[in-house]
């Protein structure tokens, strides 16, 4: 998918009221509401500065969660505003309604250099529907829209793609360096290109795969999907998980490389326990050899070594998922050890897809080695499997 769009710099911006659409949807205690990961909300900061410098005044939008048109205390953004303030240092006043009286009149007295949020616009049901009414009042709120929440980018929801069609829409610099990023890794990647494919279920990866055996050399595949693989090439799996429907489709995909000349490599080795918790007592056993009873919980030191291998010379890598249950610490070391093998890859580039991947990353302390972080979890899927991303395509071309 090749993206060529304007961003905020490619328009006159200066003074000028602002809609920016961000992606403030982060972890946070539903007791509490502190915020567990702010990864988020730091990540647009850079987009908020340039605007307060160029005397914008800057409405800032999102969601939180699943509120599904219903005003819930527990969705309030009102953590987000207080992280904000404190990110830049000034007041960050956030509206009583959405869209309604409040929202209208404290856009319409916001002054340049200042910035407001408005609350959750999931609280409104026209948000996720999409109604164009609802987009053109949010619209009316200002002169440019800024999209950020790169997030957000697989939704065509009234704030990420609606409001577009009534004026005019630009990138972020959030939006702007993931799609160059992994654009520049699926068009036109320093390789070889590694591509690691984890997490619990195939269905989601499908799509992924597929498209990348049109783009990578060696397709690497960990986590709970490669008892799938496993079992549609006549091994024994155990009580691993498993998705029936897609054994074909596995056999399909291992006879598609193949013929590609693509590399693509399962666990060589597993470790296994009986249950499923933190201090189960495992053991490794080849892969394909679980017996009945057991599950696979992460691939086992052969598998690491091997994955570790075919790594180390990679000029791009590409990773969504992890390689094992690894909330448990246990069953983390494969995972572990593919956040390593890519931190201690010189002068590639390395991509780590969002969700538990990002998590498992950051958790291992080795973030500022990898080369791009994605905050887009769903979205970063999508953009892999080539899909067209709304809230991208609905932007003004360059
Ligand atoms: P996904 O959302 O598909 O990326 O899957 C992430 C989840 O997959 C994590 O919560 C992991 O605990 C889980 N996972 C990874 N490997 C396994 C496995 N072998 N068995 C069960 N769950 C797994």
Known sequence: MNYNKKNIRDIDVAGKKILMRCDFNVPYDKKTGIITDDTRIVATIPTIRYLLD????????????????????????????????????MPVPMTTDVLGPNTKEMAANLQPGQVMLVENLRFRKEEEKNDPDFAKELASLADIFVFDAFGC????????????????????????????????????????????????????????INNLLNIADTIIIGGGMAYTFQKALGGDIGDSLLDEDRLNYARNMVAKAEEKGVKLLLPVDNKITKEFSADAEWQVVPAGEIPDGWMGMDIGPKSVELYTEA???AGTVIWNGPMGVFEFDAFAEGTNAVAKALADLEGAITIVGGGDSA???????LADKISHISTGGGASLEFLEGLALPGVVCLNDK
């Open 153 to 208: 980018s697989h939704r065509a929801h009234a704030s990420t793609a609606g409001v577009a069609d009534y004026m005019p829409a630009v990138a972020g610099f959030l939006v702007e360096k993931e799609l160059a990023v992994m654009g520049g890794a699926l068009e036109n990647p320093k390789r070889p290109l590694v591509s690691i494919l984890g997490g619990a279920k195939v269905a989601d990866k499908i799509g992924v």
């Open 54 to 89: 160029q005397n914008c005044a800057v409405i800032l939008t999102s969601h939180l969660g699943r509120p599904k048109g219903e005003w819930k205390k527990e969705n309030s953004l009102f953590s987000a505003q207080e992280h904000l303030e404190k990110l830049l240092g």
């Open 359 to 365: 998590s498992a990353v950051e958790k291992s302390g």
């Open 311 to 313: 790594l180390k010379d």
